[in-house]
């Protein structure tokens, strides 16, 4: 025992962390404090481990001279598992060590590239050349263009996917197990208010930029064809959607329904009418060289009033039908749009064929 | 305002709007395609305009245009109007004023 201890004392000699008359105390200090290890900052142990188990072993032992038995018990019980982690931690930190500098050999090359790609840019635009909507010349930032307020909504908009994706699962696992009126009405009434936290988001970035919301720029490419108006989507388009979940359907609901139905195509029909002569009257805005703020921002504002009307068909939907047929509608609603923004990163990522 | 009032007790639906609004116009192919031939006052070709704004503003309208009478009682603004549909209501409030088929 007594050879292997010094052997293992001798051996932390050669040791390159530390110079061996330091790592005496600091050993027997590491042990009574963190469990075992000494822990220079570019290494990583569980500390947590060893230190009842060591002091335990210590304990059983004689009350002799506390430390330098401690060190020698604790050493000749575990050698071969202190050597073996320690030489783990060397290897995983060089590892890391490797991995970091790769990576910040990466980031290098791209801040590079981008400044290059900037610059061209820039030159493209000063000769008039269309170039793309949130490239701005500023140099490795956020462009001018998107304001922090719009910054703020993208943010928020991530995480709003990200509980909407969840509700999505625990409507899914509700919905295929048993579960009460109230229950499943208490998750559809998260759904409504989640849906609703949405268009109030969007209505206040619109305030901010409303080009930028109605064009949908925060959306998936996939989403983005689909969508109507910068509202997210067509009502009348979405009942057809998700219709077939909600069977069966009553007489009377089946009546509702197809009045709703009728009243969302004439009122979508009016909104794109309306959205149209907007687009003409800011063309010839443009074309006649009037840019004016006041000739066409208050217009703008008042085209987010589509954005309510929606609010409102989502209420009738509500109104008719009973709550599981509203919980099967989220479902395949959420479904739906998860289905596109996969069909977006599929698409984006898709093996190109040879030309 | 005396002009308002008089103006939005006319018969039938009356559309307060202007003519740049594209918003007053989508109200009014909504009305057209329910059979309604709703009296539309262009407010900016009146040379009373600010004052008709305030006035409508002052009877509850967030936005002056598009301002929206049935029978001479204020229905609202686009969003209303659009609501009141979706949920059915608008038809039965307009039935009366509905044109003639013969």
């Known amino acids: ?355 | 305002m005396d002009k308002v009032v008089r103006m939005s007790s006319e018969k039938g639906v009356v559309i307060f709007s202007k003519s740049s609004c594209c918003m007053s116009y989508a109200v009014q192919v909504l009305f057209q395609d329910l059979g309604v031939h709703p009296t539309i006052h262009e407010i900016d070709k009146d040379p009373d305009c600010r004052e008709i704004e305030k006035a409508l503003m002052r009877l509850g309208c967030s936005t002056p245009v598009p301002a929206i009478f049935v029978g001479g009682k204020l229905v609202g603004s686009t969003n209303e109007v659009m609501s009141l549909h979706l949920s059915g209501s608008l038809v039965p409030l307009v039935k009366p004023f509905q044109a003639n088929l013969f």
């Open chain 1, 1 to 355: 025992m007594n050879t292997t201890s010094t052997h293992f004392v001798s051996s932390r000699r050669f040791e390159i962390y530390e110079p061996l008359n330091q790592i005496g105390s600091m050993w027997e200090e590491s042990f009574k404090n963190n469990g075992g290890m000494y822990t220079p900052s570019s290494i990583i142990i569980p500390t947590n481990e060893k230190p009842e188990s060591l002091s335990e072993d210590t304990s059983h032992g004689t009350e002799g001279t506390p430390h330098k038995f401690d060190q020698e018990a604790s050493t000749s019980r575990h050698p071969d598992k202190i050597q073996r982690r320690l030489a783990q931690n060397r290897e995983a930190a060089r590892k890391s060590r490797l991995r970091k500098k790769a990576y910040v050999q990466q980031l290098e090359t791209s801040r590079l590239k981008l400044i290059h790609l900037e610059q061209e840019l820039d030159r493209a635009r000063q000769q008039g050349f269309y170039v793309g909507n949130r490239v701005d010349t500023n140099a490795l930032g956020f462009s001018d263009n998107m304001s922090s307020g719009i910054i703020a909504f993208e943010m928020e908009y991530g995480h709003w996917v990200e509980e909407q994706n969840r509700q999505i699962s625990e409507l899914r696992t509700v919905l295929y197990g048993q579960v009460s009126d109230m229950d499943l009405g208490l998750l559809v009434d998260n759904a409504m208010k989640h849906y609703f936290q949405l268009f109030r988001m969007k209505a206040a970035a619109a305030k901010i930029d409303v080009f930028y919301i109605m064009s949908g720029m925060w959306k998936t490419p996939a989403e983005r064809f689909f969508m109507w108006m910068g509202g997210g989507f067509r009502p009348s388009e979405l009942l057809k959607v998700l219709l077939p979940h909600f069977d069966p359907l009553t007489d009377q609901q089946l009546l509702d329904v197809c009045n709703l139905k009728q009243s969302c195509q004439q009122a979508e029909d009016a909104l794109s009418k309306g959205m149209e002569k907007l687009q003409h009257t800011l063309a010839d805005s443009v074309a006649a060289g009037k840019l004016g703020e006041g000739s066409y921002i208050p217009q703008m504002t008042s085209a987010m009033e589509r954005l309510e009307a929606l609010v409102s068909f989502v209420n009738q939907m509500y109104r008719i039908l009973t709550t599981r047929q509203a919980a099967r509608g989220l479902l395949a609603l959420g479904e739906y749009f998860q289905r596109l923004r996969a069909l977006s990163s599929s698409w984006a990522t898709r093996k190109r064929e040879p030309t």
